[in-house]
């Protein structure tokens, strides 16, 4: 089960938890696990099979470069954090 | 860390570009030149916030010399769509709208229409000739103004905040209440432009092919591609853009504003088309960086140990959605452990230039508010700044309030830097006159850099040298940077290697130059090229020994006792198999962050306001630094500009949303004469995820600068400023009643 930091601003679909655990091995399905888990998450991370506008993943403290295709482990933290790059 | 394992890197040879920089034989946007080329000339509004009723064209068309005449009109009218366009998602509609307004302007200085002619003087003549016909709607210029009920509002709606960023980790209410201090203050900050020297410049040839043909200064060739493909509805590959050389960037050269625009006159006229922005241009019509109002809270307990963090950030997004916001949320307490936290950002629309990223964009803002709130904490408990920032600072492990926990960062070995540097311990020395005080100030600051994709090619010649060609722009010596991760690969010397920067149709899909990520991911993107090279070559050297395994160390193949140079093999390229090509397109993830802290001496005149500074130190994390002169040229760079954010810089703008000082002359960036030598102090603490250790280098060194002079500044004067620029007439009102 990866552990998946929830935004502050989504908590309110986790009953407030900061950290929720779902099954899968890549971080899409780590998503479609937590949407099963937490309805209220459907479309709030993922839409159309894309992130979020505005919206990256981390994967253990790296931004990753593969999105939703990006391989996880029972060990791994999911976190989304805002798409920014720089100058 | 030693680089004396290295024989390439941790070098300082010089530059391959830097004979035809020096002697002015570098070819930048505005030198190009075509046969049959058209000057273009673009019509700007004058209005901060208006309907368009009318464009009117004709007489323009009709001036003698005038081929061209465009308006927004003239882009296919194709549906609204986000698009990724490597930076980021945004709607067509608004990148075609800042191009060239439809319907409504939003902000002075937007471009409306263009015209192309024989001579430059025509096109300005004639594009005078276009009548526009405004109906003014009232403007708002700040933050906290858009944010009022009863604000005009840019884009309809029922708001002008188009993004609210929350982060929160733990309970910051209730660990404020056990601390033992607590400060809460407010700033704001100006609206400032990047002032690269070379304004924005391009030429666009449609063939009769249909294929497009952009010649420009850009930090993206591959997003001015895809924009221009977008905005046309060509598909890409119709599409090729070379980028010229560039006379900085700094964020501002990663937005697209001329290209589409000389496109559609060059359709139009069948001939090649240049659009060049005046300074004017580059400041009205170009994006700067986020003015921003900034609430700040944070407490310790009684040993300097920080609780509790809490932040406000409205920053403004100019005419477009999309600002610096999250950046700024995501630095704001980055530097510091800090268990509770709760940060709040808002994106909001204001009636000024879309703003544009700006080195390091959005943290500089945050890191005054934050760092100024740490140094007032260390006065209050006695403590060195430094030792308070040490005891907090973030490290391996350290949790941000956005998520992520920090990998193998450098935070600490910048502090501890920056306490055994001889300028911490130095005397200030006397004032140089009755009305001077002196202060010293202390900032840290955090930038996260990016990864995103990079592509290399490898060449090698029979002489033994190699040609390598890249797709980033070269900003800072980025092609000398990326060839010495080549030539250490390949153990050959740099200047054996000549890299270039070619067009979109030449190399892969390479990131944009920004986000601190050009050493770092084209430079893998060579090291694996180069890698690709030395497998190719021991496959050669095999058959030509008919050996099983060659070794190759030190520019030397090997197997048994028998062994060649790179530059001898490379000579028997032709007959073991012909031309041997490395290449390698990388998209990696560890871009690691930078943090960079200052060490600022100022004197202050109470007499005028007016602060000088005496000395200046800046220290960075630089993973590995390849080539140590660059880095530390962007440390002095990002420094100077940090010094021209704290002292004098602004877009002053009337009610009515019109900028009064839009020249170099009134905008007043710091010259030499402004700034003393910056001394530099490079920290390597390697990034483990990249082959050479390398962590972004380009854009950390402006967090702190403004921080550390108001920090200084509040050291001499006794009394703290809250709003960026602190320029004399804001010193002198602050020394007149402390906050």
């Known amino acids: 089960m990866a552990h998946v930091h929830i935004p502050a601003l989504l908590r309110a679909a986790t009953a407030g938890r900061e950290w929720v655990e779902a099954p899968g091995t890549t971080v899409g399905e780590v998503v479609a ?6 309805p209220e998450l459907q479309g709030r991370l993922v839409c159309e099979g894309r992130l979020v506008r505005g919206m990256a993943i981390a994967v253990d403290g790296e931004i990753s470069s593969m999105g939703l295709l990006e391989p996880v482990d029972g060990e791994t933290e999911v976190q989304f954090i805002a798409a920014i790059s720089g100058g | 860390m030693s680089t004396s394992s290295y024989n390439v890197i941790g070098t300082r040879p010089p530059r391959h570009d830097g004979a035809d920089k020096v002697t002015g034989r570098a070819i930048y946007a505005a030198d190009f030149q075509m046969n049959g080329l058209l000057h273009g000339a673009m019509v700007r509004s004058t209005h901060a916030h208006a309907i368009l009723k009318r464009v009117d064209t004709t007489k323009a068309a009709a001036f003698p010399g005038v081929v061209a005449v465009v308006t927004a009109d003239d882009f296919p009218q194709t549906p609204d769509r986000i698009v990724d366009l490597g930076e980021g998602e945004t709607p067509v509609s608004h990148l075609r709208g800042n191009v060239l307004a439809k319907g409504k302007v939003l902000y002075q200085g937007h471009a409306i229409a263009a015209v192309a002619a024989t001579s430059l003087q025509a096109a300005e003549q004639a594009a005078k000739l276009i009548e526009v016909e405004y109906e003014p709607l009232p403007c708002v210029l700040t933050a906290v103004e858009a944010m009022a009920a009863g604000a005009p509002l840019l884009h309809g709606g029922d708001t002008n905040v188009t993004a609210h960023v929350h982060h929160a980790m733990g309970d910051s209410e209730a660990a404020f ?11 704001t900050t ?7 020297i070379e304004p924005h410049a391009a030429t666009v040839l449609w063939n009769n092919d249909g294929r497009v043909n952009v010649w420009c200064s850009t930090q993206g060739s591959f997003v001015v591609r895809d924009v ?8 890409v590959s119709a599409v090729r853009v070379t980028p010229t050389e560039i006379g900085g960037g700094f964020g501002g050269k990663i937005p697209v504003y ?11 006229s069948g001939r090649p088309v240049r659009l060049v922005m005046s300074r004017r241009d580059v400041f009205e019509g170009s994006g700067p ?3 921003s109002m900034m609430r700040v809270k944070m407490g310790a307990d009684a040993d300097g140990k920080l609780i509790a963090a809490q932040a406000f950030l409205a920053y403004e997004a100019g005419a477009y959605a999309g600002g610096m916001v999250g950046a700024g949320a995501m630095c704001v307490f980055a530097a510091y452990d800090i268990a509770n936290q709760t940060i709040d950002g808002y994106d909001v629309l204001v009636n000024k230039p879309s703003t544009a990223a700006y080195r390091a964009p959005g943290a500089p803002n945050a890191a005054f508010a934050t760092e100024s709130v740490v140094d007032e904490i260390a006065r209050k408990l006695k403590m060195d700044p430094l030792e308070l920032r040490l005891r907090n600072a973030s490290r391996e492990g350290t949790r941000r309030a956005d998520g992520p926990k920090f990998r193998r960062v450098g935070c600490v070995e910048v502090i501890e830097a920056m306490q055994a540097h001889p300028h911490y311990s130095a005397p200030l020395g006397e004032p140089s006159h009755a009305e001077a005080k002196r202060g010293r100030g202390v900032a840290i600051g955090y930038w996260f850099n990016i990864g995103l994709p990079s592509s290399c090619v490898i060449s090698v010649n029979a002489d033994g040298t190699a040609n390598l060609i890249e797709g980033s722009t070269d900003i800072g010596g980025t092609r000398t940077s990326i060839a010495m991760q080549a030539a250490e690969v390949m153990g050959i010397p740099v200047d054996r290697i000549h890299p270039a920067v070619v067009d979109t149709d030449t190399i892969g899909y390479t990131g944009v130059t920004g986000g601190s990520r050009t050493t770092y991911a084209t430079g893998w993107a060579a090291h694996d090229a180069a890698q690709d090279v030395i497998r190719q070559m021991k496959l050669r050297a095999a058959k030509l020994w008919q050996a099983e395994a060659v070794e190759f160390a030190d520019g030397v193949f090997q197997a048994g006792e028998r062994q060649m140079t790179f530059a001898e093999l490379a000579g028997k390229m032709s007959e073991t198999g012909g031309p041997v090509v490395g290449q390698a397109s990388v998209n990696p993830r560890g871009a690691g962050g930078s943090f960079a802290g200052v060490i600022a001496d100022v004197e202050v005149d109470t007499g005028t306001g007016k602060t000088t500074i005496l000395r200046f130190t800046a220290v960075q994390d630089a993973g590995r630094a390849i080539h140590p002169s660059y880095v530390e040229g962007q440390m002095q760079g990002g420094s100077v500009q940090g010094i021209g954010w704290a002292l004098n810089e602004e877009y002053w703008m009337n009610p009515e949303g019109r900028m009064m000082n839009a020249s170099l002359l009134d905008y007043r960036m710091p010259t030499i004469l402004d700034v003393p030598m910056i001394d530099t102090q490079i920290v390597e603490v390697p990034n483990p995820a990249h082959p050479f250790g390398v962590r972004g280098v380009g854009e950390a060194n402006i967090v702190s600068p403004p921080a550390g002079i108001a920090n200084a500044i509040r050291d001499a004067i006794g009394v703290r400023l809250y709003h960026l620029p602190m320029n004399p007439p804001a010193v002198a009102a602050a020394m007149g009643g402390q906050k």
């Open chain 1, 33 to 38: 696990g937590l949407e099963e888990l937490c």
């Open chain 2, 289 to 291: 960086t986020p003015g």
């Open chain 2, 177 to 187: 209440a056990g601390a033992a201090i607590v400060i809460e203050r407010e700033f």
């Open chain 2, 258 to 268: 001329l290209e589409p625009v000389a496109a559609l006159l060059s359709k139009k």
């Open chain 2, 228 to 235: 221009v493909s977008c905005l046309l509805d060509l598909p």
């Open chain 2, 190 to 196: 100006a609206t400032v432009h990047q002032g690269y």
